[in-house]
């Protein structure tokens, strides 16, 4: 059964390296891309096995929640970082742009049920929207900012701190 927000749980391999304060911002934004991939693919699979909506819509939730949580660590922590780091903030721009096209779709899937029309459509449009932006974030804006002299282990120590206090702030567990 799908967890409800109340019982949503991050990704153990994250818990450990945060827990070892050995996780880099690579690697730590790299664990929540696929974390969040995998939660795609595992709505496409409830919507093929044709599940009940009560399982879709959990898992719908727990989607925009985790992507609500890495969304905002980007902008408050890598963004302003890539700014500051980066000689162009072309990337950066575009990244701010597809994150606020990506909130308006959370608000309106949030604010829906899945029994509703479009309610499956808006989740796999997101879904599609989310791999269009972690491709060019992973090929593009993060090995730019690593290349660039950003220190990305206190980079991912911030990012991991404030995942914590997000994640507590929205009620998941594993904060």
Do not use: W
């Amino acid at each position: 059964m799908t967890p409800t927000q109340g019982e949503l749980d991050i990704d153990d391999d994250d818990d450990e390296a945060m827990e070892a304060g050995t996780t880099d911002a690579l690697d730590l934004l790299q664990a929540d891309h696929d974390e969040v991939q995998q939660l795609f693919e595992d709505y496409e699979s409830l919507l093929d096995d044709e599940a009940p909506e009560a399982d879709r819509e959990a898992l719908a939730r727990q989607i925009c929640a985790l992507l609500t949580v890495h969304a905002t660590l980007e902008e408050e922590l890598l963004y302003p970082a890539a700014r500051d780091g980066l000689d162009s903030s072309r990337l950066v721009d575009a990244a701010t742009i597809e994150h606020a096209t990506a909130r308006a779709l959370i608000n309106e899937i949030e604010s829906m049920q899945a029994s509703d029309a479009l309610f499956d459509a808006r989740v796999t449009v997101l879904g599609e929207y989310v791999r269009h932006h972690v491709e060019e974030e992973e090929e593009e804006l993060l090995p730019q900012l690593a290349q660039a002299g950003v220190d990305m282990d206190e980079l991912g120590a911030q990012l991991a701190a404030r995942k914590e206090e997000l994640m507590a702030e929205m009620g998941i567990e594993g904060a």
